[in-house]
C-alpha cells in the first residue's frame, strides 16, 4: 500500500518529537515562522551527514528569511545524539521519530516499506500549511541553494 504524498496547500498534521538533547520539538510552536522539516532516511550515512551540515552551514540564511530549520530521521534520541556531536552540529535541531516508528514521516506520506523515510525536504508556511515538498534520490544530496530560493520573499 502506496503512501499519499502530503499536497502542497495541506495543514500540516502538528507532532511533537525529541531532539538530540532530548527536547521537544513541537511543529505548532513554529507558527509564526517557516519550518523547513529536512528528512534523511538514516543517520550515520555520508549523504545524510552533508545534508545536515548543509541545514547547519546555513542557520544564519534560514533565520534571515524568518525560517526554523531541522532535520528528522527514524533514528532514536542517543542515536542522533552521538551523530550530531560527531559531525560537529551545534545549533541545528534534530529530531528522532523513532516512536512510534516513523510516525510523522507516515504523516507526510514518505515513510519508505523499508521503514525509514525519503529523503526529502518540505516546507511548512507561518500559519502551518505545506508550502513546498520535493523527495529526492535516496542517493542525491538536497541542493541547498533550491530551498534557499524558495524561502526569499
Same mark, same amino acid.
Given at each position: 500500500?502506496?503512501? /499519499? ?15 538530540? /538533547?532530548? +527536547? ?6 513554529? +507558527?509564526?515562522? /517557516?519550518?523547513?522539516?529536512?528528512? %534523511? ?7 545524510? *551527514?552533508? +545534508? ?9 540564511? @534560514? ?16 542515536? /542522533? *545524539? ?7 552540529? %551545534? ?6 521519530? @523513532?516512536?512510534? %516508528? ?46 534557499? +530560493?524558495?524561502?526569499?520573499?
Amino acid at each position: 500500500m502506496e503512501n /499519499k504524498v502530503i499536497g502542497v496547500g495541506k495543514k500540516a498534521k502538528d507532532f511533537i518529537l525529541r531532539d538530540q /538533547k532530548g +527536547q521537544e520539538f513541537i511543529l505548532s510552536e513554529g +507558527q509564526g515562522k /517557516k519550518v523547513l522539516l529536512s528528512f %534523511h532516511p538514516l543517520a550515520w550515512t555520508p549523504i545524510c *551527514a552533508n +545534508q545536515m551540515k548543509d541545514l547547519e552551514k546555513n542557520r544564519k540564511i @534560514f533565520e534571515r528569511y524568518n525560517t526554523l530549520a531541522v532535520g528528522l530521521s527514524v533514528d532514536s534520541v542517543p542515536c /542522533k *545524539a552521538a551523530w550530531v556531536k560527531s559531525l560537529k552540529i %551545534h545549533y541545528t535541531r534534530m529530531l528522532a521519530d @523513532f516512536w512510534p %516508528h516513523g510516525a510523522v514521516a507516515k504523516s507526510m506520506g514518505i515513510l519508505r516499506p523499508e521503514g525509514f523515510s525519503e529523503r526529502a525536504n518540505i516546507i511548512i508556511d507561518e500559519k502551518g500549511r505545506v508550502s513546498f515538498v520535493k523527495i529526492y534520490p535516496v542517493k542525491e544530496l538536497p541542493d541547498i541553494r533550491e530551498i534557499i +530560493q524558495i524561502l526569499m520573499p
